[in-house]
């Protein structure tokens, strides 16, 4: 039995090889749909770590609380102005699960040095932003409690503005103006990069207060506003605690009875939201992909009938002279099998080559997924399986006479 099967793949084989072009073509839609599968599994896994490397570079067990409630935040419409500065020191001062709170406020606005001006996102907040946002300074100093306290006009640069207004010179020391204000340079942040579109080494960084008194203007009657407030709890554990307490604290400070003027964001809810997304986007590409696999499958099956029409005179020859029925359906079998198991590792290594191209000139991570290889190629050939059956049943029932005389 062996025999025959080593006999039949070596025939198989030997067919398969004498017509490379007719074969290539039936192996290329197995290809394609092998190729697809495994890079639309590897893209869909590299938006998932470049998800969580975003949420990451904002902070670790960072809380973001913004003004406004959820309905606010989506109709994008007049969001009330409800957080202030006092909102920020209560939740450092009376929230046990919170290690360190850095309210901030924010505008665009134009800084100029020199003849170079830039149109830059300017943040007014407090000492704790760096630990709390996980930056670093590159040189010089971040604001400091005296500079709080007395709205100093000093100013923190992100790596890429103070490159794009001062080159290859030491900006530390030196003034640029916002919003025709002179303001002292005392530092420069190291490169952060850009997060969810938005480019974090392109903004200037000023003292919390300075931006209230001399930027914006003050605007609640409740005290100095901030944007929003970015909270650092004490541990992964305490996120959920820390959330709990800062909505119950706020609650009572605003005299809140129904609906919330303010939404605490959790970014590990965020991220758990957006890797169902990927996650689903990613099995509805694979399966799109997965079409081209059953088209594949057809044009295996189309390319055998072909093939048992154009061998009946082969076939009526070997069962005149004693080959049975099981014979050539196993011959048929495996030439099928053979044609979806090769075009499936071309494929597969296509797949492989195509994820780390990807992975290469674009920002996604995309990484090879050693399940989708071995789901991929064990489809292709069950696919070769399945639709070699039919072509392979009709040339083991084949009556040898009637092939001989067709023939």
Same mark, same amino acid.
């Given at each position: ?5 080593? #006999? ?8 398969? +090889? ?14 394609? *749909? ?18 969580? #490397? ?10 973001? @609380? ?14 009330? $102005? ?13 929230? /046990? ?19 170079? =001006? ?5 943040? &007014? ?18 604001? =400091?409690?005296?500079?709080? $306290?007395? %709205?100093?006009?000093? +100013? ?10 001062? &080159? ?48 914006? &203007?003050?605007?609640? /009657? ?8 970015? +909270?650092?709890?004490? =541990? ?42 990927? *996650? ?16 594949? *499958? @057809? ?21 005149? @002279?004693?080959?049975? #029925? ?13 044609? %979806? +198991? ?8 296509? &797949? ?5 191209? @990807? ?10 997924? /050693? ?19 039919? /072509? ?16």
């Amino acid at each position: 039995m062996t025999m025959d099967i080593l #006999e039949s793949i070596k025939m198989a084989t030997t067919t398969l +090889v004498a017509n490379k072009l007719r074969s290539s073509l039936t192996m290329l839609g197995i290809i394609i *749909g092998n190729a697809s599968v495994i890079a639309m599994v590897g893209l869909g896994q590299g938006a998932q770590k470049l998800a969580a #490397e975003q949420f990451q570079s904002l902070g670790p067990n960072v809380l973001f @609380i913004v003004p406004g409630n959820q309905d606010a935040q989506r109709n994008r419409g007049d969001i009330p $102005k409800t957080l202030v500065l006092g909102d920020a020191k209560a939740i450092a001062s009376l929230v /046990p699960s919170v290690a360190a709170v850095a309210p901030q406020l924010q505008s665009r606005q134009s800084v100029s040095y020199s003849n170079k =001006n830039s149109n830059t996102q300017i943040i &007014g907040t407090t000492p704790e932003f760096p630990r709390v946002r996980s930056f670093d300074i590159g040189t010089g100093r971040f604001i =400091n409690d005296l500079d709080i $306290k007395i %709205s100093n006009q000093v +100013v923190v640069l992100g790596s890429d503005l103070a490159t794009r207004l001062f &080159g290859d010179s030491e900006p530390i020391g030196q003034h640029i103006r916002i919003r025709n204000r002179s303001f002292l340079v005392i530092g420069v942040m190291q490169a952060k990069g850009a997060s969810f579109g938005t480019n974090q080494d392109d903004t200037a960084l000023i003292p919390l207060t300075t931006m209230s008194n001399r930027i914006t &203007g003050r605007t609640s /009657p409740y005290g100095l506003e901030v944007s929003f407030i970015s +909270v650092e709890a004490k =541990n992964a554990e305490s996120l959920g605690a820390a959330e709990f307490q800062i909505t119950n604290l706020l609650r009572l400070r605003h005299k809140i009875i129904n609906e919330d003027d303010f939404t605490v964001r959790n970014q590990k809810d965020a991220l758990t939201i957006v890797n169902t997304i990927t *996650g689903a986007l990613t099995l509805m590409l694979a399966a799109i992909a997965g079409i081209s696999l059953l088209v594949g *499958g @057809i044009g295996v099956m189309n390319i055998m009938l072909v093939s048992v029409t154009e061998r009946t005179q082969e076939i009526g020859l070997r069962k005149a @002279i004693g080959a049975r #029925e099981q014979d050539i359906l196993i011959q048929f079998l495996i030439e099928a099998i053979i044609l %979806s +198991v090769a075009g499936g590792i071309a494929g597969t290594l296509l &797949g492989v080559g195509s994820t780390m191209l @990807i992975s290469l000139v674009t920002p996604l991570k995309a990484g090879v997924s /050693p399940v989708a290889i071995i789901l991929a190629v064990s489809v292709s050939g069950g696919i070769g399986l399945f639709f070699g059956v039919v /072509p392979a049943r009709r040339a083991a029932t084949l009556d040898p006479i009637v092939a001989l005389r067709s023939a």
